[in-house]
C-alpha cells in the first residue's frame, strides 16, 4: 500500500505573502500543487521563490473585505485552470487592544477581514469546488476563536469563523467539500511579533513550554487539505503546545509547585 499524500491541484492561499500563510504556499508548491497566493500585499518576491525552487505558483492582488474582487478571482482562476479543490482563508489582523479601548473604526476592519472575508471567499469557490469534484477549505482560526481572549473585535472574529466553518460544513458537504477551522497558538510572525512581555508571560501558560513554528501549523493546515483526511468536516484542529487544553493548570503548578 503507498503511503503517499496528495493534494488538490490547485490551492488559493490568502494573506498568502508573508508569514504562515507564504509557508503553506510553499510547502504546497513543494508538494506539487499550483498554488493562487492572493493578498493586499506584494507576493512577487515568494513566487519567484517558488518558481525557482520548481513548484508552480501565482500571485494575486485581493482584498478580502471585496467581495467583487473574490468573484473575478475565481473567474481567473476558472479561465486559467479550470479547477480550485482547495482553499486557505488566511489571511487576517489583530490589534491587541481590550475591550473600552477598542475604537468602532478597529472593531468593524477585523470582523470585515477575519470573518467577512472567509464568508465572501467561501461563497465565491463553492461553485468552482463544486464542478472540480470537490475540494477542502481550511478557516485558520485562532485559539482567540476557542477561548474568553481579552480583544472583542480579534475574539469575536474568530469565535466567528469557527461557527461559519461549521455551518459551511454542513451546507457544503452534499457537494464533497469539507471545512474545518485550524486553531493555532502562539507563532511568531509580524502578527504576534517575535519578542515581548506578552509573549514571554504567555508562554508561561503552554505546557510545551515554546511558540509552534510556521511548519507545525503547515503540517495541520496541509493534512486538512489533503487525501489523509477525506472524512474529517466541521471540526476544530488546535496547534496550540497544549494553551488551551491545559494552560491553566500548567502555569497554577508552575507557580505553587504544590498540588495541595
Ligand atoms: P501576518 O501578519 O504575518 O500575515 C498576514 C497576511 O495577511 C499578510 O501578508 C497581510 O498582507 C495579509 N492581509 C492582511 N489583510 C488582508 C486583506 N484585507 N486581504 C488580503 N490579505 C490581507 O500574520 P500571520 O501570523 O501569518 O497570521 C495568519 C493567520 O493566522 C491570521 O488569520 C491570524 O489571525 C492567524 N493566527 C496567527 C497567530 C500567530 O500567533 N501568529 C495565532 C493564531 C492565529
Known amino acids: 500500500m503507498s503511503d503517499q499524500t496528495s493534494y488538490p491541484g490547485v490551492v488559493l492561499v490568502t494573506g498568502g505573502a508573508a508569514g504562515m500563510g507564504a509557508h503553506h504556499a510553499r510547502t504546497l508548491a513543494a508538494r506539487g500543487s499550483h498554488v493562487c497566493v492572493a493578498d493586499v500585499a506584494d507576493s512577487s518576491e515568494l513566487i519567484e521563490e517558488i518558481t525557482a525552487a520548481g513548484g508552480s505558483a501565482s500571485g494575486h492582488t485581493l482584498d478580502v473585505t471585496d467581495a467583487a474582487a473574490w468573484t473575478s478571482l475565481v473567474d481567473d482562476i476558472r479561465t486559467a485552470h479550470g479547477e480550485l479543490g482547495g482553499l486557505v482563508n488566511n489571511a487576517g489582523i489583530s490589534r491587541r487592544l481590550e475591550f473600552m479601548d477598542t475604537p468602532d473604526e478597529i472593531w468593524e476592519l477585523t470582523m470585515k477581514i477575519n470573518l467577512f472575508g472567509p464568508f465572501y471567499g467561501m461563497k465565491a469557490v463553492a461553485p ?4 472540480s469534484g470537490g475540494g ?8 482567540a476563536g476557542q477561548i474568553g481572549y481579552f480583544s472583542p473585535a480579534y475574539s469575536s472574529s474568530k469565535w466567528g469563523l469557527t461557527g461559519l466553518s461549521k455551518s459551511a460544513a454542513g451546507n457544503f458537504a452534499q457537494w464533497g467539500i469539507r471545512v474545518n477551522s485550524v486553531h493555532p497558538g502562539m507563532v511568531g ?9 506578552f509573549i514571554d508571560a504567555s508562554l508561561k501558560s503552554v505546557p510545551l513550554a515554546r511558540m509552534g513554528t510556521l511548519n507545525e501549523i503547515t503540517e495541520a493546515v496541509l493534512f486538512l487539505l489533503s487525501d489523509k483526511s477525506t472524512y474529517t468536516t466541521g471540526t476544530e484542529m488546535t496547534v496550540d503546545g497544549g494553551l488551551v487544553s491545559n494552560g491553566l493548570y500548567h502555569r497554577v503548578i508552575a507557580e505553587t509547585g504544590e498540588l495541595s
Request: no cysteine; net charge negative; glycine share 4%.
Open 128 to 131: 468552482l469546488m463544486r464542478e
Open 136 to 143: 477542502s477549505i481550511v478557516n485558520i482560526s485562532s485559539i
Open 189 to 197: 510572525t509580524a502578527l504576534l511579533g517575535t519578542t515581548s512581555d
